[in-house]
């Protein structure tokens, strides 16, 4: 087989890999690719696959040549020069099962342990994992399916033993804007002396995830070993899942969740417990929030995801508690990175000023938290997590976290652009769009600008005047400014009404 | 808003726009872009998408240039140097539609019309057209979706009118290797007088569809207009659907489902019978094979797809008649473009080594159409058929049409590397899988590589000894050679049994 050398070219593909040939190049012509088809790269136990692009200009790839972008070369890991061989790959024979599972049948443990690792591998393309991702979603799976794909992600990786008999982590089902509860639910409990190594992931559609906003505070990427040394040292984290190796696949897998916006059940149960039993979590806390705008609308609908939680979890060995919470609106005041760090640390500083839904709300699931302790007698976990925090031990146990993974020194500054959006009449606030506020947000440049966001400054039940202020919009970037801007001024998200209209408060701890 | 100077960079890459910034580039930090996100380009009224990608070379692209790929250069249409300026685009619309049929609604025909739009106009990228085929693949379509989604498609592209009483028209599902009746169908019925501009895809998962076969002989590439004047002038045509602007949505998704490989009812039926009604067909027949290896495997699946296809022919006011016919293996002898047109030669020049099974079926199909003409009387096509067939008139009349549409000088020669598949064991052939032939026959190179494919020596029913060749590959190139030839020795797609094995014709005129 006919060698090519090997040229990095200076082109950003992002999470693809890109491979440029020559047009003129004889093997190019000889093998009968074509541009966009996938090949394989190959040389001295090095493989890669990539997307090939053909090129026409010599200066950029000469015939005899193989550029690939920079991603692709630093996945391949070896130096200009190098002489390699470049094939036709191997179908992704999974792509079979993928085809299976849209034709109605139900997948098993090696279907989603084959994709998983094709997946890995990268042998899928972007639009291969669409597929994959729509298939799962639209018909759903079957909690036996689930439970497979869950085994499978958490297969698929490195996995941590904490060797403690309890290992303490939450998880929110995401959707509610503002709702960083974790960053004040991880010092609470970590400073009561329970081990809660907490991982995150990004945001996916919304403007904020809890590694996006940890962030702002402190370094998120840390690899497994660094880890496990912090959460020894500290009792807890607030670490970015995504580079320290645990279900990997996920991580990958977003890339393609996000842009396409889709966000399925099967998917996100197990996506978040492969992940937690990656992480070596024994006792985990879920919060599904309800609301007429929240990701679940219905009391049913939030039990029977109870049900399939408790159902892999159970199976996998993971202690598992689901609570049902209020989801009728953003929980706090800032929605995006810099303000939502703003008001965490109102609350752990017991600040008067706080936001009192993001304090009760953090002190409730912390307490139940603290009840899976045994030593701990049940219906008192508030209360505890309550002394923890007024005490100043929480705060404490923020500062050792932060500095323990990194501590960076941020310019804490909202976006500079700003724009307050008024109310359009008089009334009492009895709805506010948790979808429209966070679109409005993303748009303003959350979470990528971490400056970028909305603060509400009423809430549910709030009387407002015409005119009257009720949230501002910060951005970085002239564009983003605009966009989110003339969303805003479409539909704020706001409805304002009777008194009676005000909806009722589903939580049920 | 800043503008960039138009390059026009030579790299190829298919059917996506690609555009390429400097990383310092003042723009694209302002901007707050991100790698492989899409932009809008825009100048002098002229409008592309593109995904971006971030080059640190300048001499690739210097700051305050905007690189484009061949394909998005030629489709902006406007010279190197232009000052163009690029923004976020609007964000697909369409795409919440997509999005509600995943979680399980009814589309409408406004959803389906704005999808087929915003796909026309690029707005898609590949994973959101893989999220779309796959929501629409897997629960389905119903009848009353595929109704709406027929005429979105339709009305997406130009449309003829031939002002006449009968523009006849056939069409075949697929999955059976060597299919090419639409070759002898459309000079026999177009000698008989009978209008039928015939238009086909290109092989989509199959070794060849008819516009890759017919191009080994002439000019598939028909501009509408050219198009029109042949029909005219021949009374017929075989040319390739795609680049004469008829439903071009079609054209575009199946650059996504071919290497996906899915192939779904709605879509199937939505994107056959929308090119039919754009090309003003008013009478089509349709080819519906059944066997254990086709895609339609039973009669009661059989009879439903026809059914689909009546009520929606009926709606958009196509008379349609459906025959199921014998989908048990492939037909003739050929499998691959230059393979194909040897049978199809033989058949139209009356040799009497012309495979049967091919001409047979072809009379069949031809005589059932000229049976939609009222002067011919019930029963009496296949007669008229043969009769046209015999004297050498089907033979002038490809001729013509050939002529017609641009003749070819081809070496008409299969691919020069062979290999012969041998029986493995004693008796009688009673199954060829027609999955594995193509597969087979598509490693081997076809279509691409025209003379790529299979030559069957052996059918149904045939007995063969342990040892004795029942197939030779062709392929032109080595790679293709080696995994074709590997794939076929381990799974030759042949059953040899007992006579009382072989599978009973399911055919039904």
């Known amino acids: 087989m006919e060698k090519l050398r090997l040229k990095r070219l200076s082109i950003d593909t992002y999470k693809e890999n890109v491979a440029y040939l020559n047009s003129r190049c004889k093997f190019y012509r000889a093998a009968g690719f074509q541009a966009l088809s996938k090949i394989k790269i190959t040389a001295d136990h090095h493989m890669i696959l990539a997307v090939l692009n053909v090129v026409d200009d010599d200066s950029i790839v000469a015939p005899g040549e193989l550029g690939l972008s920079q991603q692709a070369f630093t996945q391949l890991g070896l130096p200009e020069g190098t002489a390699v061989v470049v094939d036709h790959p191997e179908p992704p024979v999974s792509m079979d099962a993928v085809r299976r599972k849209i034709s109605g049948d139900r997948l098993g443990y090696r279907d989603f342990k084959a994709i998983t690792r094709d997946i890995i591998e990268n042998r899928y393309s972007k639009m291969e994992m669409a597929a994959f991702l729509v298939a799962c979603a639209e018909t759903g799976l079957e909690r036996q399916e689930i439970l497979y794909y869950t085994r499978a992600m958490a297969d698929s990786g490195q996995r941590l033993d904490w060797h403690e008999p309890i290992v303490a982590d939450k998880h929110c089902i995401g959707g509610i804007p503002g709702n960083r509860t974790s960053m004040l639910v991880v010092p609470i409990v970590a400073a009561h002396g329970m081990l809660i190594p907490k991982t995150s992931s990004r945001a996916i559609t919304s403007p904020a995830g809890t590694a996006d906003t940890m962030e702002v505070l402190a370094e998120v990427n840390l690899e497994p070993e660094r880890l496990y040394e912090i959460v020894r040292k500290v009792r807890g984290c607030l670490a970015w899942g995504g580079t320290s190796r645990l279900a990997p696949v996920d991580d990958i897998l977003i890339t393609v969740e996000r842009p396409l916006g889709i966000d399925a059940t099967g998917q996100m149960v197990a996506s978040i417990l492969s992940k937690k039993l990656a992480a070596g979590s024994t006792h985990l806390l879920l919060d599904i929030p309800l609301g007429p705008t929240a990701k679940v609308r219905h009391m049913q609908q939030a039990l029977g995801l109870r049900k399939i939680f408790e159902y892999v979890g159970d199976r996998i060995g993971i202690h598992l508690e689901a609570v049902i919470t209020d989801g009728r609106q953003p929980i706090g005041r800032g929605v995006g990175p810099v303000l939502e760090v703003r008001d965490i640390l109102q609350v752990l500083e017991n600040r008067p000023d706080a936001p009192g839904d993001l304090r009760h709300k953090a002190l409730n699931l912390a307490g139940r938290i603290l009840e899976f302790d045994p030593e701990v ?43 307050e959006v008024k109310a359009n ?15 409005i947000a993303r748009l303003a440049g959350a979470p990528l600008d971490k400056g970028a966001g909305v ?55």
């Open 425 to 439: 009449s008089d009334g009492w606030v009895c709805g506010i769009d948790n979808f429209q506020i966070n679109r």
């Open 377 to 419: 007698r049940g219906g008192t976990g508030y209360h505890i997590a309550e002394e923890i925090l007024a005490s100043g031990r929480a705060l404490a146990k923020m500062e050792a976290i932060i500095k323990a993974q990194g501590e960076k020194r941020p310019k804490i500054r909202p976006g500079r652009l700003t724009f």
């Open 455 to 509: 603060d509400l400054f009423k809430k549910l039940g709030d009387r407002v005047e015409k005119g009257e202020p009720i949230y501002r919009i910060h951005a970085e970037f002239e564009a983003d400014f605009k966009f989110s801007v003339n969303l805003a001024e479409k539909h704020n998200g706001y409805t304002i009404g009777g008194k009676e209209d005000i909806p009722p408060n589903p939580e049920e701890f």
